[in-house]
């Protein structure tokens, strides 16, 4: 077995009698787009602070490339970028001067440092603004700075802490566009956020922390299947007849049959789809309307940690 770019062995932290973090483990495999949620007070910031080499855990470990890591380790900063969800830049300093700024932390200088700088312009599209004061920014403008930022120094591992908090659907949209480039080009991505549909979308392999404990790791597609979609039908005649042979399909659950309507629970939507079209076919029947649904990542993050509000 390979040895991942990011594994955390059985981490717990402790804030006096607090148990923020209860036994975690994790692996990250090189060039993965991972997923990370978790309601409010799950441990998701504990984690990513321990990431970040901010903070030790109580007990447990975290191997970066195979590496130990702790507090300090100054070696990790030229490997890892960090995009917060409180923006790390000056509204005072122009783009072009936050830029330059960070990469001369991270040890960039001269030509290397202007190149660099001209390039994230790009990437975050600011070119045209490079020059303003980042007070003078909008929230989407100020959300793909501070990524640019998290980026000069060509990082091998990125974690992004709720990156499209509070932008516009351009923007947001922008910022997908900038994270799948990231990750084609073999950046390893940690990313989190309370927007689920963004994970869903982003992230082939998700973990879902709650209580301080991982409760999911799975890939997307594994922890969809945890719960049903549903298809509903409304045919022209001939329902129970319907019903009866369908009840004969394995794996299909008859959800609710009446007034010529039906409404099925499975799996495989697309699947029983197509089964449902031959059968009516079969039968002599009329397809009056059909809506498929598949179960979303929000449905099996509720399933999973339940409907209550945190704080």
Same mark, same amino acid.
């Given at each position: 077995?390979?040895?991942?770019?990011?594994?955390?062995?059985?981490?717990?932290?402790?804030?006096?009698?607090?148990?923020?973090?209860?036994?975690?483990?994790?692996?990250?495999?090189?060039?993965?787009?991972?997923?990370?949620?978790?309601?409010?007070?799950?441990?998701?910031?504990?984690?990513?602070?321990?990431?970040?080499?901010?903070?030790?855990?109580?007990?447990?470990?975290?191997?970066?490339?195979?590496?130990?890591?702790?507090?300090?380790?100054?070696?990790?900063?030229?490997?890892?970028?960090?995009?917060?969800?409180?923006?790390?830049?000056?509204?005072?300093?122009?783009?072009?001067?936050?830029?330059?700024?960070?990469?001369?932390?991270?040890?960039?200088?001269?030509?290397?440092?202007?190149?660099?700088?001209?390039?994230?312009?790009?990437?975050?599209?600011?070119?045209?603004?490079?020059?303003?004061?980042?007070?003078?920014?909008?929230?989407?403008?100020?959300?793909?700075?501070?990524?640019?930022?998290?980026?000069?120094?060509?990082?091998?591992?990125?974690?992004?802490?709720?990156?499209?908090?509070?932008?516009?659907?351009?923007? $947001?949209?922008?910022?997908?566009?900038? =994270?799948?480039? @990231? +990750? /084609? *080009?073999?950046? &390893?991505?940690?990313?989190?956020?309370?927007?689920?549909?963004?994970?869903?979308?982003?992230?082939?392999?998700?973990?879902?922390?709650?209580?301080?404990?991982?409760?999911?790791?799975?890939?997307?597609?594994?922890?969809?299947?945890?719960?049903?979609?549903?298809?509903?039908?409304?045919?022209?005649?001939?329902?129970?007849?319907?019903?009866? $042979?369908?009840?004969?399909?394995?794996? =299909?659950?008859? @959800? +609710? /049959? *009446?007034?010529? &309507?039906?409404?099925?629970?499975?799996?495989?939507?697309?699947?029983?789809?197509?089964?449902?079209?031959?059968?009516?076919?079969?039968?002599?029947?009329?397809?009056?309307?059909?809506?498929?649904?598949?179960?979303?990542?929000?449905?099996?993050?509720?399933?999973?940690?339940?409907?209550?509000?945190?704080?």
């Amino acid at each position: 077995m390979s040895i991942p770019v990011l594994e955390v062995i059985d981490v717990s932290k402790r804030f006096g009698r607090f148990e923020a973090l209860r036994g975690v483990s994790l692996r990250v495999e090189a060039g993965e787009l991972f997923g990370l949620l978790g309601p409010n007070g799950a441990g998701k910031t504990t984690l990513l602070n321990i990431l970040a080499c901010l903070s030790d855990p109580s007990t447990g470990s975290v191997r970066l490339f195979g590496k130990p890591l702790s507090r300090g380790d100054l070696s990790v900063r030229p490997l890892v970028g960090i995009a917060t969800q409180d923006l790390a830049i000056y509204a005072e300093l122009t783009a072009r001067e936050n830029l330059a700024f960070f990469g001369r932390l991270y040890g960039l200088g001269g030509p290397e440092l202007l190149k660099r700088v001209d390039e994230v312009l790009e990437l975050t599209t600011l070119r045209e603004r490079a020059d303003d004061r980042v007070g003078t920014f909008s929230g989407g403008m100020k959300r793909r700075l501070n990524l640019g930022v998290a980026v000069m120094h060509r990082p091998k591992v990125l974690y992004l802490d709720e990156p499209t908090a509070g932008v516009d659907p351009q923007s $947001r949209h922008h910022i997908f566009g900038q =994270v799948r480039a @990231l +990750s /084609a *080009a073999g950046v &390893t991505i940690v990313y989190t956020s309370h927007y689920m549909e963004e994970v869903q979308a982003l992230c082939p392999r998700i973990a879902i922390l709650d209580h301080g404990k991982v409760i999911a790791c799975d890939t997307r597609t594994n922890l969809l299947r945890r719960l049903d979609g549903t298809l509903t039908i409304r045919v022209n005649r001939d329902l129970p007849a319907v019903v009866e $042979r369908v009840g004969r399909i394995p794996g =299909v659950k008859v @959800l +609710s /049959a *009446a007034d010529e &309507t039906l409404t099925l629970g499975t799996q495989d939507v697309n699947w029983l789809t197509l089964q449902l079209v031959a059968l009516l076919r079969e039968l002599g029947i009329e397809l009056l309307g059909l809506d498929a649904k598949e179960p979303t990542l929000e449905q099996v993050f509720l399933h999973l940690t339940d409907t209550a509000v945190r704080d």
